[in-house]
């Protein structure tokens, strides 16, 4: 196969975020925005078809894994509990700690599946799924709460890509990832290089971004290495307030806008890697 599925997750993000401020998408729109990105990664597609019978098998047996985790979850609950009401009608204290250590162990399994579905897999930020169910009305697309989102894109990717291999970009993804995290905030990866900030509603926008410029200050002032190579990374930035009720692809607009002015301003400051 060609084309690797990490590649396809990339470019799928590509094109899931450029349309995602269209009001109507059609088969045809999808496909030619899909085409446009993979010819931007120097993709071939011509064995689609078997490329996607591979994911989609793939993806079946993650699924099939996960129904059947969660059963037997399900089950073990269930034979916890009548085992606990048992033990407590009984008085039985030995049985009541076996009790507890089983409900601590399917605790522990629960969160492993939660993080499964919650989080990147490259990455281990929180996904996009995680971000809808914990930020956004799932019928209105509105936000549930206040707070502030940043949007976050990391400049000359591609070059990355196109310079150093995927697997290097991938690396840096992680790296940038690691580094968002030392700021108290809940890191999204939105996209193949974008990534959302959420912040509490009391955090300070300003203190936020001031965070977030000395991040970047560190992140630019370090050389990253590639064999007998050395390259500079970098991300531009935009950010504002939300509030309960409003609605997410405006407010993803407005980070977005302050996002794209402040890539001018840092690609004066750094011009390529």
Same mark, same amino acid.
């Given at each position: 196969m060609t084309t690797d599925k990490d590649i396809l997750t990339i470019i799928s993000n590509e094109t899931k975020s450029s349309i995602d401020q269209m009001s109507v998408v059609t088969p045809s729109i999808y496909t *030619?925005?899909?085409?446009?990105?993979a010819h931007e990664h120097g993709e071939d597609l011509?064995?689609?078809?078997?490329?996607? #019978? /591979?994911? #989609? !098998?793939?993806?079946?047996?993650?699924? @099939?894994?996960?129904q059947k985790q969660t059963a037997k979850n399900a089950n073990t609950l269930s034979i916890s509990t009548t085992q606990a009401i048992k033990a407590i009608k009984e008085k039985d204290e030995d049985k009541l700690k076996k009790v507890l250590a089983e409900t601590n162990q399917l605790k522990k399994e629960l969160e492993k599946l939660k993080e499964a579905v919650y989080k990147d897999?490259?990455?281990?930020?929180? /996904?996009?799924?995680?971000? /809808? %169910? &914990?930020?956004?009305? /799932?019928? @209105? !697309?509105?936000?549930?709460?206040?707070? #502030?989102? $940043?949007?976050?894109?990391?400049?000359?990717f591609k070059q990355i890509n196109d310079t150093f291999g995927h697997i290097l970009g991938d690396k840096v993804l992680v790296y940038i990832t690691n580094e968002l995290k030392k700021i108290n905030s809940? $890191? $999204?990866?939105?996209?193949?290089?974008?990534?959302?900030?959420?912040?509490?509603?009391?955090? !300070?926008?300003?203190?936020?971004? &001031?965070?977030?410029?000395? @991040?970047?200050?560190?992140?630019? !002032?370090?050389?990253?290495?590639?064999?007998?190579?050395?390259?500079?990374? *970098?991300?531009?930035?935009?950010? @504002?307030?939300?509030?309960?009720?409003? %609605?997410?692809?405006?407010?993803?607009?407005l980070a977005d806008k302050h996002m794209y002015d402040d890539k001018i301003q840092i690609k004066k400051r750094v011009s390529s890697i």
């Open positions: *030619s925005m899909f085409e446009k990105y011509q064995n689609e078809v078997d490329v996607s #019978i /591979n994911i #989609i !098998n793939e993806e079946c047996a993650t699924l @099939t894994n996960m897999e490259l990455t281990h930020a929180y /996904n996009r799924k995680w971000f /809808n %169910e &914990h930020y956004l009305d /799932n019928e @209105t !697309n509105k936000f549930t709460h206040d707070g #502030i989102l $940043v949007m976050i894109d990391l400049n000359f809940k $890191v $999204v990866r939105y996209g193949g290089d974008e990534f959302v900030l959420v912040c509490h509603k009391d955090t !300070n926008l300003n203190e936020a971004i &001031h965070l977030l410029n000395k @991040t970047r200050d560190v992140i630019i !002032n370090k050389k990253l290495k590639a064999k007998d190579d050395k390259f500079t990374v *970098s991300f531009s930035l935009g950010g @504002t307030n939300f509030k309960e009720g409003d %609605e997410f692809s405006y407010i993803l607009e």
